[in-house]
């Protein structure tokens, strides 16, 4: 498996191959200076990835770069998380330390359910979205494309969060969100929207 991006996003994905006995071949990263991480070699040409996973916890950037790149991606889950057998994970996806993913939720393609995040019944979670650490999705919520959902946040049975929003940490999502909105806030409100 190789890595796209060299931080600290990448770090944990290692950490969760290596649990997971799953080889890493490398890393790749547009930035000349970095030739290194954890004692694996980073290169700085894309022809030669495949699998890989984009380690960039940036959702646009992310989606950028996957929409590049002409390559087979694998998924990461760490032994630790609690999935369910009739779970659903898409290509280039990573489930992280300690996530709990319940029956029938399905997660799109190159998506993150990072440390401690719980993600109920069939939950539909779209591509490109980031669940943050120890957010709570209740049953049957449905987040669209692009979306981050912060650090704590709670988003009650049923909610439906459109594309690319954000939700703030430690929000209390108790109604539907439109597309491209920014909420903060118990119950969480709309204070702007993304261009």
Known sequence: MYLYGASGHAKVIIDILEAQNVRVDGLVDDNPDINELQGYPVYHKTDVLSPVIVSIGINATRKKIVEKLNADFGTAIHPSAIVA????????????????????????KHSIVNTGASVDHECQIGDYVHISPHAT????????????IGAGATLIPGVKVGKWCIIGAGA????????????????????????
Do not use: F
Not at 137 to 148: A, D, F, T
């Open 85 to 108: 057998k009739t779970v659903q994970i898409g290509e280039g996806s990573v489930v992280m330390h300690g996530a709990i993913i319940q029956t029938d939720a399905c997660i799109g």
């Open 137 to 148: 999705l209740c049953g049957n919520v449905h987040v669209g494309e692009g979306s981050w």
């Open 172 to 195: 209390s999502v108790v109604r539907d969100v439109p597309d491209y909105a920014v909420v903060v806030g118990v119950p969480a409100k709309v204070i702007k929207y993304n261009k």
